[in-house]
C-alpha cells in the first residue's frame, strides 16, 4: 500500500484507474482504507445518506468538519477529501479560504467544490493558499433548485461546449482532479482525453480515469439508486435481518442466554 496524495493521484493518469468512494464515519472509513480505496470523499451527500435530508443543500460546515473529522483519523493510506458544503464557498473568497482552511485542519488532505469558470478565481486562491482542490463539473447537485431536479448535463452540443470549457477553465485554475458527473460518456471520453489531470466519473461512462460511487448505494444500503450504479453488497437485506433476529432473540429469551 502507499499513501494517496495530489502527486499520486496525478502520476495515476493513463497507468492506473481509481475506483473511489464516499464514507462518512469511522468504521466504514477504515474498511474503505483497509480495502485499498485511494480516494475517500467525505462527500455532502452525507446529508442524504446519514444525516436524513432530500439533497446536499442543508449541510452545513458543522456536519463537514465532523465527517472529514471521523474519517481522516481512521484512515491510513486513502486521500481523504472533504466536500466544501453549499453556502461555505458563495459567501466571498476570503470566508470561503477560511472554510477550506478549517476543512484540511480537521484532516482533510484536499478540498472539493462544484462549478467551472465561475469558480476558477476561488480554485487560484486556494491553490496558492496551498489547498489542493478537486473541481466538479457536469451535474452539480448543489444546483439541483436551478436545474430542476437532479438532471443528466451536456446532452446538447451547447451543453457539451460548456462542459468541455468548464472542466478545461478548472485545470487551467490548478484543480488537480476534476469529477464528471451525469455526463453522457462521449463527452466524459472527449473531456478525458483532453486534460491532463485526473477526471473521476459518476455516472459518466467507462472511460474515465477514476470513478466515484457513494459508500451507501455500492454496499446495498440504498435500495432505491441510480441505474449506473453497480451494488457490490446487499448489506441492507443482511442487516435488517440481523436486527429482526436480534429482537426476536430477547423477545424468546434466547438472548441473552
Excluded at 11 to 26: E, N, P
Excluded at 147 to 161: H, I, N
Aim: charged share 20%; net charge neutral.
Amino acid at each position: 500500500m502507499k499513501k494517496w496524495n495530489v502527486a499520486t493521484v496525478k502520476a495515476a493518469k493513463g497507468v492506473q484507474k481509481l475506483g473511489c468512494c464516499t464514507a462518512y464515519d469511522a468504521c466504514f472509513a477504515r474498511l474503505a482504507d483497509e480495502a485499498g480505496v485511494p480516494i475517500v470523499l467525505v462527500g455532502d451527500s452525507l446529508g442524504m445518506n446519514t444525516l436524513g435530508y432530500a439533497t446536499t443543500l442543508p449541510v452545513n460546515m458543522s456536519d463537514t468538519l465532523a465527517a472529514v473529522g471521523a474519517v481522516a483519523r481512521s484512515v491510513k493510506d486513502a486521500m481523504v477529501v472533504g466536500d466544501m458544503p453549499f453556502g461555505s464557498y458563495q459567501c466571498g473568497d476570503d470566508k470561503a479560504v477560511e472554510n477550506a482552511v478549517a476543512i484540511l485542519k480537521a484532516g482533510a488532505d484536499a478540498v472539493k467544490l462544484e462549478g467551472g469558470a465561475s469558480v476558477c478565481g476561488l480554485i487560484r486562491r486556494l491553490t496558492s493558499a496551498g489547498i489542493p482542490v478537486l473541481a466538479h463539473v457536469g451535474m452539480t447537485p448543489q444546483s439541483v433548485n436551478q436545474y430542476g431536479g437532479f438532471k443528466k448535463q451536456g446532452k446538447t452540443r451547447e451543453q457539451a461546449e460548456q462542459v468541455l470549457c468548464d472542466a478545461k477553465a478548472v485545470e487551467a485554475a490548478g484543480a488537480f482532479a476534476v469529477t464528471l458527473e451525469c455526463v453522457p460518456s462521449e463527452l466524459a471520453a472527449e473531456i478525458t482525453a483532453a486534460l491532463k489531470i485526473v477526471t473521476v466519473g459518476i455516472g459518466a461512462g467507462p472511460v474515465c480515469d477514476a470513478q466515484w460511487l457513494v459508500m451507501h448505494d455500492l454496499l446495498g444500503l440504498n435500495e432505491k439508486v441510480p441505474s449506473f450504479v453497480k451494488k457490490y453488497a446487499d448489506l441492507a437485506k443482511t442487516v435488517r435481518g440481523a436486527f429482526a433476529e436480534y429482537v426476536k432473540d430477547v423477545q424468546t429469551g434466547k438472548f441473552p442466554d
